[in-house]
């Protein structure tokens, strides 16, 4: 890797870093936001945000980190080289069955790539190989899917 690509990839990490920072100040204001509007109506649990599930003031933390988690999750996965077909990562359990349950392929895989990050508390970086699909819609490392886009074709182990 060259010195430009090595600092290329620094600032590209440095603007990760920097994003995930924003989205968590951001999931600070939406619980606090959701935590008032609970109080005001006498309800004692909070829908959380951007997932479904409740929570009441003494699990803010826990649910916090798991909503930083998964939309950390999302910029994850719109970072990744991947293929035009390859859709947003759902966070609802309804949006991630609705995939599950599809009979596009593609869409099942991003359905069961969700709900497996789900089950594993959004954490993108344990439980999955680095990499996505490739064209005959196996897991590959970066390495592998960029000597497949080389050769131009097809992945042949």
Known sequence: MSPFDRRLMTISENAFAARVQEIAAR??????????????????FAKVPLIDDHFCKEETAFYQSRVVAAMTAVLWLERQKKPDWVPPLPLL???????????CPPAQLIGLFASSLMFQAWNWQQGHPPGLVDDDLMWRTPEQIAKQQQRGGRHHA
Not at 27 to 33: G, N, P, T
């Open 27 to 44: 999931v600070e204001q939406l619980f606090d936001i959701a935590h008032r509007e609970a109080k005001g109506k006498g309800k004692r």
């Open 93 to 103: 359990r309804k949006d991630i069955d609705e995939l599950k349950e599809s009979k």
